[in-house]
């Protein structure tokens, strides 16, 4: 009988990524954030054969009125001039970027940013099912005007308003899963009911990066926005695959359902997959399958993005896991387990108590 890894694919899977990724690096080899995380798993995509299963798109270049749908130009302009320097660091960049620059920033920046943006075009038209976009710098950190956290350009943010611009989509729904809060995509659309923004992450009652209070349960949103922004933000202990299935079977699935989103974005960070040297969660690369098969079941558009990940041999098979997943490929392992720790618990009825009134929950 033929393995479920081997069997002919269902759905249309487009994948994007671009070898000159690799030129924006640290000039001395010591980050984390390095090439190495999206060319070691594309070669592993390769060598185990799921690539050949998917429609492999062309890169291109965001222009800086693409970036403009969210950024100021004032900060592209700055993006621009930015080179590397002797220690690697940008002493005029926010202390809360913590990254370095490189000659090549702005334009590696622009092509991560291009790439996604034509897998959306794929998407869009038809001519894919869906797709994931294996590009970086990641984005989802990056404010309107300045850079934060490994980010520059905010990819997600830019091709949502992207969708609503050449699309005339009404309703866009980023689910963020990376072990950070997504501090940039949050603040872009705060007051916007028209994009909402659920985000898993490690919070530690803010003293977990990026170190504030504005990825607590109780940031909602503000005006017309209140309601559409909800932080699933866990405290105390090393979360895992019963906690993450949890706060998507009590909160992300029912929420996104009544919503009913027309575009989803999975802002795909895998910091918090067992092993990561940052994130230290216990989230199996079977969980981040059962995650992308149950938004599977929305009735929309599905694009995963990644974000972080910081040990590599995971983020490939994680990676792997979610691409069979969008091929329909493979059916990750039933999950048995519904013990949640306390701690998750009361997150998760935090999470309730502030979003009920907008949302049957």
Partial sequence: MASQ??????YRTGIVYDERMA?????????VECPERIDET???LKSSGILAKCTHLESGLATDQNIELVHTAEYIEKVKRMRACDTGKVSSLPESCRTYTSDQLYDIA??????LLNLLNAV??????NGFA????PGHHAEKHSACGFCYFNNIAIAAKYAQAQYNVSRVLVVDWDIHHGNGIQDIFYDDPSVMYISLHRHDHGTFFPRIPDGNYDRTGEDPGRGYNINIAFNDGAMGDDEYMAAFREVVLPVANQFKPELIFVASGFDAADGDPLGQYKVTESQYSRMTRMLMGIDSKLILVIEGGYNIEMIGKCVSSCVKTLLGTLDAPTHH??????SARTTLDNVKGAVGSYWDL
């Fill in 23 to 31: 030129l924006h690096k640290d000039p001395y080899a010591r980050h």
């Fill in 5 to 10: 890894t081997a069997a002919s694919p269902i």
């Fill in 337 to 342: 387990g519904d013990q949640i720790n306390q």
């Fill in 110 to 115: 622009c092509l991560s940013t291009g790439c």
């Fill in 42 to 44: 594309w070669k592993k």
């Fill in 124 to 129: 869009m038209t038809g001519a894919v099912d």
């Fill in 134 to 137: 294996l590009i970086r710098p």
